[in-house]
Structure formats: structure tokens, C-alpha cells
């Protein structure tokens, strides 16, 4: 496995910004795998969010976030970033970094431990 390390996460209004960190630990991350995001909301299932290939190509769960999100990376660093804006309630949740040769879950090798995001007023 593959250490992933989260950082980003707090509480923020609705309508508010947060920007997660994922940093992966070894070389040339991103010549072998793609890494993304999860989130799991209380009661609910693990769903994914949005992931980022190694040629850089990304992908999104366009019904939920719907153009608010974007995900980046810096390959030389293996960091991926998950710029969150015009947060709603329904966003809270855990968010989970995962690195895999694709963003199937029975394909994800590492899993990060999570950063809980909460949108309240």
C-alpha cells in the first residue's frame, strides 16, 4: 500500500470554500496510478467525488458536485488537491483520498484515513 495523507477539512458556512490536500507517499505516483476523492456522509454509502488519471485527465460525479468542485495535482509532489467552493449541507461528510489504477473500489490499492468536512450554518 501506498501511505496517503489528508489535511483540508474543517467547518465552514454554506456558500463557504475548503481546499483538501492528498499527499501520497513514494516516486512517480502518477506513472502508475490515478488518485481521487470519496466521501461518506453519515448513514450513507462511500461515493465517489472526483479522480485525476496520470496523463491528468479528471473525471467527476457530475450530479453532486455539479462544477463547484475541482481536482488538481502536483505531480513532482504526488499531492492532489480538492478545491471545494459554494459548499452546501449536503457536501458534509468524510472525505477519503484513494489511489488506484482507476477509481472502481474493488481497484482502489490505498485508502487515506479521511478528513471530515462540515457545512453548517
Known amino acids: 500500500q501506498v501511505p496517503l495523507v489528508e489535511s483540508g477539512g474543517g467547518l465552514v458556512q454554506p456558500g463557504g470554500s475548503l481546499r483538501l490536500s492528498c499527499a501520497a507517499s513514494?516516486?512517480?505516483?502518477?506513472?502508475?496510478?490515478?488518485m481521487g476523492w470519496f466521501r461518506q456522509a453519515p448513514g450513507k454509502e462511500r461515493e465517489f467525488v472526483a479522480a485525476i488519471g496520470g496523463n491528468g485527465s479528471t473525471t467527476y460525479n457530475r450530479d453532486s458536485v455539479k462544477g463547484r468542485f475541482t481536482i488538481s495535482r502536483d505531480a513532482a509532489a504526488n499531492t492532489i488537491y480538492l478545491q471545494m467552493n459554494n459548499l452546501k449541507t449536503e457536501d458534509t461528510g468524510v472525505y477519503f483520498c484513494?489511489?488506484?489504477?482507476?477509481?472502481?473500489?474493488?481497484?482502489?490499492?490505498?485508502w487515506g484515513r479521511g478528513t471530515q468536512v462540515t457545512v453548517s450554518s
Open positions: 484513494a489511489l488506484g489504477v482507476s477509481m472502481a473500489v474493488s481497484s482502489i490499492a490505498s
Open positions: 513514494g516516486r512517480n505516483i502518477f506513472r502508475l496510478f490515478s
